[in-house]
C-alpha cells in the first residue's frame, strides 16, 4: 500500500509539472502573437542585405507563422517554443517553402518590443549561442513588434 501511495504521488507531481509547464509555454507563445518588421539579420555570418531588411516581415497568429523576406520565398509554418531551457527554445516546422516537412531548431530571447532567434538547418544540431559563421547553416533574425 505505500508503495502504491508514492507511486500516485509521484504520477501527481508530474502531472502538475506538465500542466505548469504547458501554461507556461502557452504564456510565453502568446508573446509572439502579432506583427513584426525584420530589423536586422545575417546567415552563415553575412548580414542580410538591405531590401531584405526593408520588406522583412513575421506574422504569428495561434503558434502558426507566416515570413516574408524579399529575395527568398515567403513561408509558414508552426512553431513551439520551450521558456523553461536556458537559452529559451524554439523549434518551427514549415509548411510551404525550402524546409517544408523539416523542423529547425533554435534558440530565442523575448521582449514586448524584439525577437532574436537564431536556428539551425534541418538536421542539425540546436544553437547555443546568439551568432552565426560561415557555412554554419545558421541564420540569425531581430524582429521589431510592428505598433
Known sequence: MRVST???????????AGLLFAAG????????????????GEADGKA?????LKGGKL???????????????KFTGAQKVDPSKSPKTIDISDDSGANKGKTCLGIYEITEEEI??????????????????PDSTRWLHVWKKTK
Open 48 to 52: 542580410l542585405t538591405e531590401k531584405q
Open 59 to 73: 506574422v504569428v497568429k495561434d503558434g502558426y507563422y507566416t515570413v516574408t523576406i524579399p529575395d527568398k520565398e
Open 25 to 40: 509555454s502557452e504564456q510565453e507563445s502568446k508573446k509572439f502573437e502579432g506583427t513584426w518588421t525584420l530589423s536586422s
Open 116 to 133: 532574436r532567434c537564431v536556428f539551425a538547418a534541418p538536421g542539425r544540431d540546436r544553437p547555443s549561442e546568439f551568432s552565426t559563421a
Open 6 to 16: 508514492l507511486l500516485m504521488v509521484g504520477v501527481c507531481v508530474l502531472s502538475c
